[in-house]
């Protein structure tokens, strides 16, 4: 049975075409610049990557092309045999603690968390509603990134705020990248082969959370009502006093300028200088620039200050997991919060740890805990939860 798994940003939309329940990938690939021109899609066949540059004003021109591409390849003779299509959604506050079948009420409640996610939730819409209109027999579910993080209790969700701000506006924790840290979790449960256990998954790419899971269920995470909350991520401040936006307004900064300022010329890039990715920073680090070594340091500290905590939190832990773009692929990230762990008996083994993209465990043997890599795979969880519906 096939699956489309889909993932639509506000110019973008990326797919992977599942048969299930083996898990096989039979194409995948990514629509780039949807809306603004110079648009082009590239897709991933039997090892080969083909690109081709073509018109796209909006999403449903992506699903039409899509189609096309799935027939002309031959991964399907006719449309209904996609069964079903699961959308990332990035925000489904308190309504959603796990995937669901899309309806119109289902529809009303992403775009009421729009305010949330205002970049994110309107591009899942879209990509909802073209894929009802080109593949219109295929079951449609929503697979959310906050429905993971929706087992924590109140102690950990809400700010100390005065208790109305929660009921009035919905401000509380909620936590991104839910899908990533469930399936990471998942996978650690199956390596350990049991599920009462106590880990602390690290999802470290451009954007970055920790979460506490305990017997498999989240405790705690570090992002918060919105992504830009916990770790110093690329280009996210991450934790900052919240009274600094203050004073930055008082100073005659607009809303909007703080907004771009906290999102996208913070982090690493706001401190280094020079980047917002990590291995521009190692660069700079080879170089000696004193600014990608601060930038470094602060970015490490961070981690190991939520890994610490949720230690804490857990009452211990059986295993400490990396995942995302920094955290699969760099070694002396790894290395440097791992190290900073010493203390908690915390060890890494350097040969193990030097391994890019691919399952491995990279502690020490005499470790008091264990340390893996283990490569996220949202897509996969995307289609597990859809094909369940099925
Ligand atoms: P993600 O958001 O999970 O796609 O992660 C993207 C980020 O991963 C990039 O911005 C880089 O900072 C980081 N990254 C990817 N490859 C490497 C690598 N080989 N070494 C260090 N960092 C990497």
Redesign the pocket.
Same mark, same amino acid.
């Given at each position: 049975m096939k699956i489309l798994s889909v993932n639509a940003g506000s110019s973008s939309l990326k797919f992977q075409v599942y048969e299930m329940p083996e898990e096989e990938v039979l194409i995948s690939g990514v629509f780039e610049r949807i809306g603004i021109g110079n648009s082009f899609y590239t897709i991933k066949i039997n090892g080969e990557k083909i690109k081709k540059e073509i018109n796209l004003d909006n999403h449903e021109q992506a699903f039409k092309i899509l189609v096309d591409e799935l027939i002309e390849n031959k991964i399907v003779n006719d449309l209904n045999e996609i069964a079903g299509v699961g959308h990332r959604i990035v925000q489904g506050g308190e309504s959603f603690n796990k995937s669901v079948v899309i309806d119109d009420d289902v529809i009303a409640k992403i775009k009421e968390y729009t305010p949330l996610a205002p970049l994110h939730n309107p591009a899942g819409i879209s990509g909802i509603l073209a894929s009802k209109n080109v593949i219109p027999n295929a079951i449609q579910v929503a697979v959310f990134d906050t429905a993971f993080h929706t087992t924590m209790e109140e102690e950990n969700y809400l700010y100390a705020l005065p208790k109305s701000f929660y009921k009035d506006y919905g401000i509380r924790k909620y936590g991104y990248h839910g899908t990533s840290h469930k399936y990471v979790s998942m996978r650690m449960n199956e390596i350990l082969g049991r599920d009462d256990t106590k880990l602390i998954t690290c999802h470290i790419?451009? $954007?970055g959370s920790i979460s506490a899971v305990k017997n498999g269920k989240c405790i705690d995470t570090s992002m918060g009502l919105t992504p830009n909350a916990g770790l110093i991520m $690329?280009s996210r401040s991450g934790d900052i006093d919240a009274t600094i936006v203050l004073y930055l307004e008082k100073q005659g900064l607009s809303a909007d300028e703080i907004d771009d300022i906290l999102n996208k010329k913070s982090g690493l890039l706001g401190i280094s200088g020079v980047s #917002?990715? #990590?291995?521009d920073i190692?660069d700079g680090i080879k170089e000696n620039n004193k600014d990608c070594i601060l930038a470094q340091k602060m970015y490490v500290k961070k981690i190991v200050e939520y890994i610490a905590k949720y230690y804490v939190e857990l009452g211990g832990c059986d295993a400490i997991v990396f995942t995302? $773009?920094?955290g699969e692929? #760099?070694t002396s990230?790894r290395k440097d919060v791992i190290d900073s762990l010493a203390v908690l008996g915390i060890k890494i083994d350097d040969e193990r740890n030097n391994v890019?993209g691919k399952e491995a465990k990279i502690s020490s043997d005499d470790s008091s805990v264990l340390c893996y890599v283990i490569p996220t795979d949202e897509e996969v969880m995307i289609a597990r939860d859809t094909y369940s519906f099925i």
């Open positions: 790419g451009n $954007g $690329g #917002s990715d #990590s291995r190692e995302a $773009g920094v692929n #760099s990230t890019r």
